[in-house]
């Protein structure tokens, strides 16, 4: 194990530990206990050497004897004027001592920072655009935009591999060190078990070898690790730049400390509008075409890397960031997901805010705008991704904007709040993939034969803004597949014992029983006493059995000749 891995962010954490393991060695894991009793960390004689000095200080004190009690006390003012304190101290030792000698060694590489202000809008939409494509493939992924940064950071520096490089000293010459791949450092902030907070700095080991979905894998590992306090020495290991992120706390640029044996280390601010803006709305920003940035910094080695190449490298991660060279593309690809593409940035037409006419093309535009939602809501269930082996949908030509003349230049200057839709986006150009994704998922919705209007306005309300849809707990999770195993189990059953009886399979519509406990659920949660169940045939059986309690038996024996169970004995046939 290379000592030099517990380098400043780290040395608290192996801190903790280290006191832990002083209380008791087994409650560590094997491989920081090991790590503790050979030496290279922590001073195991520390406290006793502590212990040895306070006994001689008591000693010492111990020898001036009791005081007379029989002799007068002399006057205040003849008494001697006590002598300075001290203030109180304890020796560093072990992981805090070694933090000290991290930060002192890095005073000693000379180091220099270059600035770059990057705008987010694209960062934004695309990293909007996959969450919705993973929501909609039924997917947990959740991407984030530190995910996407340090995945740029890491293909920036396949571009300019210098970033990563390190000063080696040989015989009193320096020598360039080139890793043979990229290990990225991710700053974390952590909770011990005492309440304070620090931060640890595992590694991304080989990121240059890794797509985005492994990439994403590795790095969300390495954080769930970190905050359930699960990190091994080996996950410290093997740093050849680190990347911090100090805007999560609002800091809008930061020039962190650059630890020895590391090329670089990037810093992202915080994500906002220009300080000189900050009071306009968001409405008057977009109009005056005003979005959010943030600053990336980059401090490096300056005796191997300089400030030109440093600049190149975050000209790179901006222009990646931004979409070029195909990142976003090859991030979906790899998330096996469809991007769309992201609308013009200009506006089109006029703005009625500003006191000017609208084009009167537009009104046309708004009407093939208000045709193409009500397509998402009439046929949107022809392009649903129903079918769990993959079979594309037949799709419907009329929910292809292009085929009303709609383009995304168009469809950016059209408000959604004109077309009465519950979908998120200001635009529909922006609300379109979330309309996609509602009515053309994994889920098909079919509402608009319905007579009531104000029944299908609720309908479409709740559908629309998601309303309805609550992420399971474990416990809800697991009841759903243990009801849909007795469907499902009871299924297979009739249809190899009775094989060829007539009956009408509830293969299809499983989700039939779990969606009967939950409506009679609610209505007994709203006062309901009675419930009255009229059905087709189709699933009969299933809902006899798993909904109103039928004993397997009594099914068993109509298909055995007609007879019927009642308390457990066969009786003379009968009807049901």
């Given amino acids: 194990m290379d000592p030099n891995v517990f380098q400043t962010a780290n040395a608290g954490f192996a801190q903790a530990l280290y006191e832990e393991f002083l209380r008791d060695p087994t409650a560590v894991d094997p491989e920081w206990r090991r790590l503790f009793e050979s030496g290279v960390v922590g001073q195991r004689d520390g406290g006793a050497a502590?212990?040895?000095?306070?006994?001689?200080?008591?000693g010492g004190s111990g020898s001036a004897g009791p005081v007379d009690s029989q002799k007068s006390s002399p006057a205040v003012s003849?008494?001697?004027?006590?002598?300075?304190?001290?203030?109180?101290?304890?020796?560093?030792?072990?992981?805090?001592?070694?933090?000290?000698?991290?930060?002192?060694?890095s005073l000693t590489v000379p180091t220099a920072t270059t600035f770059r202000e990057v705008p987010v809008s694209i960062l934004d939409q695309r990293r909007r655009q996959l969450n919705t494509a993973l929501q909609a493939a039924g997917r947990q992924e959740k991407i984030s935009f530190t995910?996407?940064?340090?995945?740029?950071?890491?293909?920036?520096?396949r571009q300019q591999p210098v970033m990563s490089h390190t000063l080696l000293m040989k015989?009193?010459?320096?020598?360039?060190?080139?890793p043979e791949a990229i290990g990225l450092g991710l700053a974390v902030d952590v909770q011990r078990k005492d309440g304070s907070r620090g931060l640890v700095v595992p590694v991304i080991k080989r990121a240059d070898t890794l797509d985005f979905a492994a990439f994403h894998a590795a790095y969300e590992t390495l954080v769930e690790k970190a905050r359930t306090n699960k990190l091994l020495p080996d996950d410290f290991s093997g740093a050849t730049m680190s990347l911090t992120n100090p805007g999560g706390l609002g800091t809008s640029a930061s020039v962190p400390r650059l630890m020895a044996g590391q090329g670089s280390i990037i810093a992202v601010g915080a994500?906002?509008?220009?300080?000189?803006?900050?009071?306009?709305?968001?409405?008057?920003?977009?109009?005056?075409?005003?979005?959010?940035?943030?600053?990336?910094?980059?401090?490096y080695d300056h005796r191997i890397i300089q400030g030109a190449e440093s600049g190149t490298f975050l000209g790179i991660v901006d222009a990646l960031l931004q979409g070029e060279h195909g990142f976003?593309?090859?991030?979906a690809r790899s998330l096996q997901v469809q991007l769309s593409p992201l609308p013009a940035a200009q506006p089109f037409g006029r703005s009625r805010t500003s006191g000017?006419?609208?084009a009167p093309e537009m009104l046309y535009h708004v009407a093939a705008a208000m045709a193409l939602v009500k397509a998402f809501r009439m046929h949107g269930h022809l392009a649903a991704h129903l079918d769990p082996l993959g079979t594309e949908p037949i799709g419907d030509p009329a929910l292809e904007p292009s085929s009303l003349g709609l383009t995304p230049e168009i469809m950016a200057a059209i408000p959604s709040k004109v077309l009465r839709i519950a979908v998120p986006g200001r635009t529909l150009a922006e609300s379109l993939q979330h309309l996609q994704s509602t009515y053309c998922g994994t889920m098909a919705y079919e509402i608009e034969h319905i007579s009531t209007h104000e029944e299908r306005v609720w309908l479409r309300e709740k559908i629309e803004s998601g309303a309805y849809r609550t992420p399971l707990s474990k416990e809800r999770q697991r009841w759903l597949l243990r009801r849909l195993t007795e469907v499902e189990a009871l299924e297979r059953f009739l249809h190899k014992a009775y094989l060829g009886q007539k009956r009408f399979s509830i293969e299809g519509v499983d989700m039939l029983v779990p969606m009967l406990d939950l409506t009679i659920e609610s209505?007994?949660?709203?006062?309901?006493?009675?419930?009255?169940?009229?059905?087709?045939?189709?699933?009969r059986l299933n809902v006899l059995a798993h909904t109103i309690g039928r004993p397997y038996e009594t099914i068993f024996a109509e298909f055995e000749g007609g007879r019927q169970v009642e308390g457990g004995q066969l009786t003379p046939e009968g009807g049901t």
Avoid: C, W
């Avoid at 015989?171 to 080139?178: E, I, L, N, S, V």
């Avoid at 709305?281 to 005003?290: D, F, K, P, T, W």
């Avoid at 006062?527 to 699933?539: E, K, P, Q, S, T």
């Fill in 523 to 539: 209505a007994a949660e709203s006062g309901a006493r009675d419930v009255v169940i009229g059905m087709a045939h189709r699933g």
């Fill in 171 to 178: 015989d009193g010459t320096p020598h360039r060190a080139q």
């Fill in 328 to 331: 976003y593309d090859q991030i």
């Fill in 356 to 358: 000017e006419t609208v």
């Fill in 50 to 58: 502590g212990q040895r000095g306070g006994s001689a200080g008591q």
């Fill in 78 to 105: 003849e008494l001697p004027a006590p002598p300075p304190r001290s203030p109180a101290a304890e020796p560093l030792k072990g992981p805090a001592a070694k933090l000290v000698a991290n930060m002192t060694e």
């Fill in 271 to 299: 994500i906002r509008y220009p300080a000189g803006f900050a009071g306009l709305s968001e409405q008057r920003m977009a109009e005056l075409g005003i979005g959010k940035v943030m600053t990336i910094t980059s401090t």
């Fill in 147 to 157: 995910h996407l940064i340090a995945f740029a950071i890491v293909q920036a520096t």
